[in-house]
């Protein structure tokens, strides 16, 4: 079995059309965001690992509703309360206060003790965060993603060339960006799985990218390669690593799809988070990261006049 | 060599089993650090109560009789403690014996005479700091009326202010009468808060004034106002006089002559007069020295045993005593007992820690998250062997086998490197087979690319082999620079990540390009150069 034998797409003639599509994901992705500080106060609706404060999941043995579990703990003055996968489970999360998290669960315990009967309910996990744990995991999130932009980047213009290095990190950015949009617009809790979700499809995203540029420098140094229409190179070794694309994505979003399935709630949102992101690596790979070298090359050169001038003066510069 | 890995591997995974991160086997998770809010603390300073907490709590915890504790220092200022199988009944007395300073001090109890000449001195300051408006804002004027009338209608007057005798306060718990020295003051927060104790040294304070006044003796101002060498402390249990309960306050040197630095061991025991739980120590040999002889000179005085700034106990000294005492427990069970028993041995925190982050998992939760998790490995595994047996038959086959070996590795290396798999660790080898699967499709590519090309089969591998190769490693280089980047600037959880993630790339990389290529030459020994393959 073959599949996509002898592609030959014309990915790279509809770049145009790629762009207004990443565009418009990013926009709503950036309108999401904005519209979540006017409503939520935060760009994304963090979860306790991040803004601090106290968490308790709590597990009914006979069929709750989240309205149940909200009239037992006060009715309008509830804490905010989430239904944790499909069983019934809830998670109830309270702001950071002075009182610790025995305070708060005593007092749960106490209302829900009031409401319901006390055989019919576990408490399962408990978290507390302080306000400072958050912030710096925020931030040295942050700082660990631009780090690792700046060394993939020397990495793949000292094996490739520069103008790579920017087209893959341009990629990557990219795919972060519109899976930040998603989780914002469809107010996906952002807990610490989900971080290690982001982390893991920037490391799938480079992966991908690289594999396709990969075959371009290949083709690139293969005999008459720079003489070759740029354009008709990049779509050629697209086309060539097509199947290798395919194959690898659709086993690792089958995995993930069977992760989703049968995973349970713990990692489910995990779980969204990858698949949203092994497809968006791909096609960021595909329509991203290779017309962003074409157009850094259009725009400053593929580095051969440098290469030429360095070699010999006045020789004719092949572009 | 791949069956020298491969037998490690299984070696160490029989032995040792891997370790589960506290969210996939359920315990207790802290962090602490030096509770220092308005950063006063020099860092130095810090870094050395980091260092004497990280070793004072090592010894607490490893006689907790948890199964592998964590008590590790992270950074400079900053201590994990993991506690395996902590569920949420033990959280509240696994923390009390991990944040209490245990910190014991003997001190002698004056007579309140020594406080009487400050306690105008102390009302001021307290008026002065916290302004008239906020005093009476405390609500002590409406749950006291008829004593703020008092002090505010005969305030002027000058009245007696020696405290009411104990017999009147033992009977009826009366507050004391209106008393002030200073005509200038008219307001007496503090002072009228008291009522004289039942025992020497000791003013007695009613339970819903505690707050109250706990309040005012944290002011600095306060603090300074106290005579010299002089310290006011709680005594830990309320008692009951009358219909009333107080705790008492009293009045007690600030040095302490003997201090639990001394102490040669603690245990736990039954008074064996009331059956009641009591802690029993024994001092060293300095420490019983200085013991003796301080009570041999001070027969008849009060002593007060000061465990973090309460008072425990203030037993009268009845005669020299030796190198050993005990502290009642009073109401507390035996469990109590021991624990203080445990952290009086281990020794006292040099500074308070504050708890930053506390993270408990049920037990249930834990292996619910096991058990799916290995449903979903299982199942991603069978989809891995059927798409690659289907779309390139005899070479996935192979492939598979190399990421069995692959799945080997990863799993040794982290049983034999101690790593603690958490549900972010596996998300990064769900990465890395993720990456090992493509390092075979890439391979299996490029042998089909140059088959097609209409080189021999040998040639093919060959060529294969090497043409995946750039791709290979430069993908796997930008994943291994990332995971060491993310180890280096992550916490806990990016860290897990991180390092499954590393382990889990070096695996794939050392399994697709050696472990497959040794699979296929094996293969390929069987056939003649020229004999079709099954790719």
């Known amino acids: 079995m073959k599949l996509f034998n002898q592609a030959n797409f014309a990915f790279i003639e509809k770049r145009r059309r790629a762009y207004v599509f990443s565009a418009a994901l990013i926009l709503v992705g950036l309108a999401a965001m904005i519209f979540n500080v006017f409503s939520l106060g935060r760009w994304q609706n963090y979860g306790v690992d991040f803004t601090g404060g106290s968490l308790i999941q709590v597990e009914f043995h006979q069929p709750t509703t989240a309205a149940e579990l909200r009239a037992a703990l006060g009715g309008a003055q509830a804490p905010p309360i989430t239904r944790f996968g499909e069983d019934n489970e809830f998670t109830i999360r309270a702001p950071l206060g002075n009182d ?5 669960r005593a007092r749960f315990e106490n209302q829900l ?20 744990i958050g912030a710096e995991l925020e931030r040295n999130a942050l700082l660990a993603i631009l780090f690792s932009f700046f060394v993939t ?10 103008r790579f290095g920017l087209a893959a990190v341009i990629a990557t950015a990219h795919d972060i960006l519109i899976t930040l949009g998603f989780l914002a617009m469809f107010r996906v809790e952002i807990a610490l799985p989900t971080v290690a979700a982001i982390l893991t499809i920037v490391g799938y995203s480079l992966n991908d990218t690289i594999v396709v540029f990969d075959r371009v420098r290949e083709n690139l140094n293969a005999k008459g390669g720079r003489r070759q229409d740029p354009l008709e190179l990049v779509n050629h070794s697209i086309n060539a690593t097509l199947p290798r694309t395919v194959l690898t994505s659709g086993t690792t979003l089958a995995v993930l799809l069977a992760l989703l399935v049968v995973g349970g709630a713990v990692i489910r949102d995990f779980t969204l988070v990858l698949i949203l992101g092994v497809a968006i690596g791909t096609y960021s790979s595909i329509f991203v990261a290779s017309p ?13 006049a440098i290469r030429e001038r360095r070699k010999k003066r006045g020789a004719p510069a092949t572009a | 060599m791949i069956i020298a890995l491969v037998g490690a591997s299984l070696g160490y995974l029989f032995t040792n089993q891997i370790k589960l991160g506290l969210d996939l086997q359920g315990g207790m998770h802290l962090v602490l650090e030096v509770d220092d809010p308005e950063g006063i603390m020099a860092p130095e300073a810090r870094a050395d109560a980091i260092d004497r907490a990280e070793r004072i709590l090592r010894t607490r915890i490893d006689e907790f009789g948890v199964e592998e504790p964590i008590v590790q220092k992270v950074g400079s200022d900053r201590i994990i403690v993991e506690l395996p199988g902590i569920g949420l009944n033990d959280e509240s007395r696994a923390k009390d014996l991990i ?6 001090e003997f001190k002698l109890v004056l007579p309140i005479t020594e406080l009487e000449a400050a306690l105008s001195r102390i009302d001021r300051q307290i008026v002065g700091a916290l302004g008239v408006d906020s005093i009476r804002a405390l609500g002590r004027n409406e749950e006291g009326p008829s004593q703020d009338i008092q002090n505010l209608i005969f305030g002027g007057q000058g009245a007696d202010s020696t405290p009411t005798d104990s017999t009147q306060a033992d009977s009826t718990g009366v507050e004391q009468g209106p008393e002030v020295e200073d005509s200038s003051v008219n307001l007496r927060p503090f002072t009228s808060l008291l009522s004289s104790g039942d025992i020497e040294g000791a003013y007695l304070v009613g339970t819903e004034d505690i707050e109250v006044a706990q309040l005012f003796l944290a002011l600095p101002e306060v603090q300074r106002a106290l005579p010299r060498n002089t310290s006011l402390h709680w005594e830990a249990d309320p008692i009951g006089l009358g219909q009333r309960t107080y705790r008492r306050l009293i009045v007690t040197e600030e040095d302490a002559f003997v201090t639990g630095e001394m102490l040669e061991t603690a245990t736990a025991q039954r008074d064996p007069q009331f059956n009641q739980p009591q802690v029993s120590f024994q001092f060293n040999r300095a420490g019983g020295r200085r013991f003796s002889n301080f009570t041999t000179q001070h027969i008849g005085d009060y002593i007060a045993i000061v465990l973090d700034d309460e008072i425990v106990s203030a037993p009268v000294v009845q005669d020299r005593i030796g190198a050993s005492g005990v502290i009642n427990m009073g109401n507390s069970d035996m469990v109590q007992a021991g624990d203080l028993a445990l952290v009086l041995r281990a020794g006292a925190l040099p500074a308070r820690l504050a708890i930053m982050e506390e993270r408990t998992v049920g037990p249930s939760l834990g292996q619910d998250s096991i058990d799916r998790g290995r449903i979903a490995g299982l199942i991603g595994v069978v989809f891995v062997v059927v798409i690659m047996a289907l779309y390139y038959h005899v070479a996935g086959i192979l492939a598979v086998m190399a990421l069995a070996v692959y799945g080997l590795l990863v799993l040794g290396a982290l049983s034999a490197f101690g790593f603690t798999l958490t549900l972010p660790g596996m998300a990064g080898l769900i990465l890395s087979v993720g990456m090992a699967v493509d390092a075979n499709v890439l391979i299996f590519e490029r042998i089909r690319e140059e088959l097609t090309l209409g080189r021999a089969t040998r040639t093919a591998v060959d060529a294969g082999f090497a043409h995946a190769l750039s791709a290979i490693v430069d993908a796997n280089m930008t994943t291994l620079f990332t995971a060491l980047i993310l180890f280096q600037f992550g916490t806990g959880p990016v860290r897990g990540f991180a390092v499954t993630l590393a382990i889990g790339i070096v695996a794939s990389f050392f399994s697709a390009l050696y472990v497959t290529r040794t699979f296929f030459l094996l293969y390929l020994s069987r056939k003649k150069a020229s004999d079709p393959i099954s790719i």
Do not use: H
Request: glycine share 6%.
């Open chain 1, 113 to 132: 003790a009031a409401a319901f009967e006390s055989d019919v309910f576990t408490i399962v996990r408990t978290e507390t965060v302080g306000p400072k």
């Open chain 1, 100 to 104: 610790d998290v025995e305070t708060i």
């Open chain 1, 153 to 162: 980047m020397i990495y793949i213009a000292m094996r490739f060339e520069l």
């Open chain 2, 99 to 104: 944040q209490q300073s245990a910190f014991l």
């Open chain 1, 292 to 304: 962003a070298l074409l157009e850094i090359q259009k725009r400053f050169g593929d580095g051969s």
